[in-house]
């Protein structure tokens, strides 16, 4: 009966409250007039505002497996900018943004990271040796240019191959060495994408 008598006293509003909802992520956008080139935009509670363009190796509509594509991402917190730089081999359809691991008196190291080598090449006008780069396999089956700095043994910096695509938009991507399922190499027309970037003045020093 007690039971009973403090049920009936508790307000209705508290029986009835509903759960707290999950927010929704954003997701990528088609860019007007250019088929393969999609936009993401959004605000993540730690890394802050992001826009994230993906350049499709060819345009697709699901069902259809997803493409390789390439992806800039631009970040901004506290008035300070990232540029990050992703690839996907092809049959990842989580475009979605990643945080990027920060570093904690109890977890001072990303756990268990795994590094892949890359040959990358640069096609134009003109031939050009090709860079052996490490990047960073990520959750969802992309990876992630691991920048120039302390943990880092890359020696070129993001922004020196986006210099170099401006004079060489082909870009090939390619495994240094055989791996199982080995994907093959990549190859992207990258000029929407830097015409894109270039418009974007969060993507711009």
């Not at 991402?73 to 990050?84: G, I, P, Q, T, Y």
Request: charged share 15%.
């Amino acid at each position: 009966m007690l039971a009973l008598c403090l049920l009936a006293a508790i307000p209705a509003f508290a029986q009835d409250a509903p759960l707290p909802q999950p927010i929704p992520q954003p997701v990528p956008q088609p860019v007007a007039g250019v088929p393969n080139l999609l936009k993401l935009e959004g605000v993540d509670p730690a890394d802050g505002h992001y826009i994230r363009l993906i350049l499709l190796q060819t345009a697709y509509a699901p069902p259809a497996d997803v493409p390789p594509w390439l992806a800039f991402e631009c970040v901004e917190k506290d008035a300070k900018r990232d540029l990050r730089l992703f690839v996907s081999f092809g049959g990842v359809a989580d475009m979605s943004f990643i945080q990027a691991f920060h570093p904690t008196t109890g977890a001072p190291f990303e756990p268990n990271p795994i590094n892949v080598n890359l040959k990358m090449s640069f096609v134009g006008y003109i031939k050009w040796k090709p860079y052996v780069e490490s990047w960073r396999l990520l959750k969802n089956g992309e990876l992630r240019y691991r920048n120039t700095g302390f943990s880092s043994p890359n020696m070129e910096s993001i922004q020196f191959f986006l210099k170099m695509l401006n004079s060489l938009p082909g870009l090939r991507i390619i495994h240094q060495t055989h791996v199982a399922n080995d994907p093959g190499e990549v190859f992207f027309q990258t000029q929407p994408l830097l015409d894109e970037l270039k418009k974007t003045p969060m993507c711009n020093p």
